[in-house]
């Protein structure tokens, strides 16, 4: 059984004036989301920025989801890492907190074969003992699961992928070979989630979620429930709001965007920046156009 269908929400991490994780957000942010609709949480993925997340951050954050969410949605928390000890030891212990599923990303800057990415999953796998994604994003890694290799993470137990090369053809090869062998395809890229469905996708885990997570919803549920009308035509009105979210690199303006909305979650911790103005202004359109400010 898959776990889940439908629209999940790649959240951002919250950090209050003084730079740490502000909880206060943190829970209203999660009610935002799941009384948006949406079908799970997915915290520290890329949006939520792990890279400067301290272990103590993270299991702290990870607790606190978890209870706030109380079973309601699967969380489904990003452990991954270009160490694969690492990663497998993250993977083991957000399960120790109560994460529902694991997301992690390929190992990135190390740039390994495709064997070496067998390895790798099997290795968090084995460590998790709860359902894995395997996260494809060769953008942000330099690394790429072809569309080959996903049959052999089905055989070590991987659960799914979210395929996010943003390469229409590369989705369409993985989606055949997913639906030919029972791998969870998820799209990764939100301007795509109308295509990705129709080709087989169980759903969407989405940055546009996160100030918009009715919009994402409806738009998963039109495309899963066959009615592409409706969801060409929600995805036709998103895709300009979409595009602005990256404008700059994710999670910039999403994190603006959450503010525009009264979600306060701060500003990116560094080497990330704030958006900068000629962009706020671009993003600030696409929402008034979408209705969401």
Do not use: W
């Amino acid at each position: 059984m898959a776990i889940f269908k439908g629209c999940g929400a790649a959240m951002v991490t919250p950090f209050g004036a003084n730079g740490e994780i502000d909880y206060d957000v943190l829970d209203n942010y999660i009610e935002h989301l799941i009384s948006g609709g949406v079908s799970a949480l997915l915290p520290f993925g890329t949006t939520g920025e792990p890279p400067t997340v301290s272990h103590n951050e993270y299991e702290n954050a990870v607790r606190f989801i978890v209870e706030r969410v109380h079973g309601r949605v699967p969380v489904i928390v990003g452990a991954g890492s270009n160490s694969t000890e690492l990663a497998a030891n993250k993977a083991k212990d957000a399960a120790s907190y109560g994460a529902d599923g694991i997301l992690a990303v390929t190992p990135y800057y190390n740039k390994c074969t495709q064997r070496g990415i067998v390895e790798h999953y099997k290795a968090i796998v084995n460590a998790a003992q709860i359902p894995v994604l395997a996260y494809n994003v060769p953008t942000r890694t330099c690394v790429n699961i072809e569309p080959k290799t996903l049959a052999e993470l089905k055989k070590i137990g991987v659960s799914g992928v979210k395929e996010a090369s943003g390469d229409i053809d590369q989705f369409q090869d993985a989606a055949k070979v997913c639906n030919d062998i029972g791998l969870d395809l998820y799209c990764g890229d939100d301007s795509l989630t109308t295509i990705a469905i129709a080709m087989g996708a169980l759903g969407t885990i989405s940055v546009a979620a996160n100030p918009a997570p009715k919009y994402m919803s409806d738009l998963c549920a039109f495309a899963l429930d066959g009615d592409f009308k409706s969801a060409r035509e929600l995805q036709f009105k998103l895709n300009e709001f979409i595009h602005s979210l990256f404008i700059e690199v994710n999670p910039i303006p999403v994190k603006k965007a959450m503010q525009l909305i009264g979600l306060d979650v701060g500003t990116p911790r560094l080497p990330l920046t704030e958006l900068e103005q000629a962009h706020t202004d671009v993003l600030k359109s696409a929402m008034r156009n979408v209705g969401l400010i």
